[in-house]
């Protein structure tokens, strides 16, 4: 657990486990997520979804502003994407899901990007063809979600550019180089495709304000290394006449290693949309980190530690929805009744109750996807 956390929008390396919520909220300038928001949300949507109450997005920016023009009668919209590079793991739906949610309550549109020219121009060894080939496939995930093809539009960087370009420009126009490198670190060695997508990704943000003519809220569900691209955006879309757009940061679901460590190149740290029950069974059994003891003894006699147990960890982040429930386990792991494959066995049997439904999803989105494209 001694690598040091990196974050950028292309690269988390280290621990994600114990990050310091907290201070990165302060660093960034966000607000916490708290009580006093969450119970205005309540008010209009009921109970609110498993990832606000447990605190998997953890922070925000202005969603009192979305709240109040909500009240006012100003709907707002929703907007998050997905850089296609490879399979979606778990982590990567989570943020969608907040979404599926939000568009039900608050009835709200849903706006996707699909930012196939950044996986293609910060991956060295990725081929255009081969993000556009993981575009078609990742689509099918978030589709099998549930998102109301009548009111979500997905757009591709690289196909939808006679919309998206022109006002791509207008924010490029107002981004120089020296925040571009100030807020993302980029060297005389970083192409120059790079320098400009930023303005790629705040397209959406206020795209349909633009189509319109009108100002329509924004909200931005997303995970926080994609923050950057925001604090830019956001400062960028006054000078455009529009408003900022408001953030929900999500946390980072923790890999299966110790200290929840990701990496594309450890594959046993992620669970993919795509793996059989067998598979899943198996990564949890052999990879996800326990906080408990080395054997069955010890653990009745002392407990284990929940707090650094990535199976526990899920359970609370979203797969055990049941709050009294997730309580009962705490307590249980932690005093050594519940012993690790017990644990591991209801986060098994969660992970895989929910994949075969989405697989089943996902087939059925194959039908469906043509009615969500963007057609300029
Ligand atoms: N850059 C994101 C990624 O690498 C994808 C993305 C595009 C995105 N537009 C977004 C994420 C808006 C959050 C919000 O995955």
Redo the contacts with the bound molecule.
């Keep these: 657990m001694t690598d040091k956390l990196v974050i950028t929008?292309w690269e988390i390396k280290g621990s994600v486990m114990g990050v310091d919520y907290e201070k990165l909220m302060k660093e960034f300038g966000a607000d916490a997520l708290n009580e006093q928001v969450l119970a205005r949300m309540r008010k209009h949507t009921g109970q609110l979804h498993v990832l606000l109450r447990r605190k998997f997005f953890v922070s925000h920016r202005d969603l009192n502003w979305i709240l109040d023009e909500f009240e006012k009668g100003n709907k707002f919209y929703i907007?998050?994407?997905?850089?296609p590079s490879g399979p979606m793991h778990l982590g990567h739906l989570l943020p969608f899901m907040l979404c599926k949610w939000l568009q039900d309550r608050f009835g709200a549109e849903m706006w996707i990007?699909m930012?196939d020219d950044?996986?293609f121009l910060v991956k060295p060894d990725m081929k255009l063809e081969d993000a556009q080939k993981w575009t078609e496939d990742n689509v099918l995930d978030i589709i099998a979600l549930g998102f109301d093809p009548k009111k979500t539009h997905i757009f591709v960087d690289t196909k939808n550019a006679k919309t998206m370009y022109p006002q791509a420009v207008r924010v490029a126009k107002h981004l120089n180089l020296s925040t571009a490198k100030s807020v993302f670190g980029f060297t005389g060695e970083t192409n120059v495709g790079i320098a400009f997508y930023t303005a790629m990704?705040s397209v959406?943000a206020f795209l349909p304000s633009a189509l319109s003519g009108k100002q329509i809220p924004c909200l931005?569900p997303?995970?926080l290394d994609?923050d950057p691209?925001f604090r830019v955006c956001r400062d960028i879309m006054p000078k455009l006449g529009y408003h900022k757009p408001a953030v929900l940061h999500a946390k980072f679901l923790s890999g299966l290693g110790e200290g929840g460590k990701m990496s594309a190149s450890l594959p046993n740290s992620a669970i993919y949309l795509i793996d059989s029950e067998k598979v899943v069974a198996d990564k949890i059994k052999r990879h996800a980190f326990s906080g408990g003891q080395k054997t069955a003894e010890e653990q009745r006699k002392l407990g284990a530690n929940p707090e650094i147990d990535v199976s526990y960890q899920w359970l609370q982040a979203f797969f055990e929805d049941d709050d009294e429930r997730i309580k009962k386990i705490h307590e249980e792991y932690k005093s050594g009744k519940m012993l690790t494959s017990e644990l591991k066995q209801i986060l098994i049997d969660k992970v895989n109750a929910f994949l075969k439904n989405h697989q089943a999803e996902r087939e059925k989105a194959k039908e469906k996807v043509d009615k969500f494209w963007w057609k300029d």
């Design positions: 929008p907007y998050t994407g997905r850089g990007q930012s950044e996986k990704q959406l931005v997303l995970g994609q691209h």
